[in-house]
């Protein structure tokens, strides 16, 4: 491990049980995507797509298990090891000039893509985002994160 590596390691924390059964699972069939989540939306209104990214990355500094990766080749134990920094993908494009059907088949595309993608679990973060304007005035949301970060209780909260 370089040494800026370990710099950016700000804590490291055993898995849960049932972390560790996800971790488990997403190695033994990392293709299936059975702990890949979603969340999409269509976002009506004007949006400030820098206010919207700085939202977004100021969630990531101040919630640490979304710079959370885990490790398990190098250690008896699977740990989790939260990163100091982590800059959170955000893909953006521009579907203004599709139809209607377009846009809901380049929408369905999108979300089955991202899921398919899947995660590296040794690098985080483990969370991305992907927006699509689809007028002045709306835009296609999809988040996608593996379920190993977020249970159903703290997905509601973030």
Same mark, same amino acid.
């Given at each position: 491990?370089?040494?800026?590596?370990?710099?950016?390691?700000?804590?490291?924390?055993?898995?849960?049980?049932?972390?560790?059964?996800?971790?488990?699972?997403?190695? *033994?069939?990392?293709?299936?995507?059975?702990?890949?989540?979603?969340?999409?939306?269509?976002?009506?209104?004007?949006?400030?797509?820098?206010?919207?990214?700085?939202?977004?990355?100021?969630?990531?500094?101040?919630?640490?298990?979304?710079?959370?990766?885990?490790?398990?080749?190098?250690?008896?134990?699977?740990?989790?090891?939260?990163?100091?920094?982590?800059?959170?993908?955000?893909?953006?494009?521009?579907?203004?000039?599709?139809?209607?059907?377009?846009?809901?088949?380049?929408?369905?595309?999108?979300?089955?893509?991202?899921?398919?993608?899947?995660?590296?679990?040794?690098?985080?973060? *483990?969370?991305?985002?992907?927006?699509?304007?689809?007028?002045?005035?709306?835009?296609?949301?999809?988040?996608?994160?593996?379920?190993?970060?977020?249970?159903?209780?703290?997905?509601?909260?973030?």
């Amino acid at each position: 491990m370089s040494t800026a590596t370990k710099r950016n390691i700000e804590a490291i924390y055993p898995l849960s049980p049932m972390q560790q059964g996800m971790l488990f699972h997403s190695l *033994l069939a990392p293709e299936s995507g059975v702990y890949v989540e979603q969340l999409s939306c269509t976002l009506r209104g004007s949006l400030d797509m820098a206010a919207f990214e700085r939202a977004w990355q100021r969630a990531v500094e101040r919630h640490a298990v979304l710079r959370t990766a885990f490790a398990w080749r190098s250690s008896e134990r699977p740990l989790q090891v939260v990163q100091r920094q982590v800059a959170l993908p955000i893909a953006v494009e521009d579907w203004r000039d599709r139809s209607h059907a377009e846009q809901q088949e380049s929408f369905a595309a999108l979300r089955a893509a991202e899921r398919a993608r899947g995660f590296d679990l040794a690098k985080a973060p *483990l969370t991305r985002l992907a927006l699509a304007q689809v007028a002045d005035d709306a835009h296609c949301f999809v988040w996608t994160h593996h379920h190993i970060l977020l249970d159903g209780w703290s997905l509601p909260l973030l």
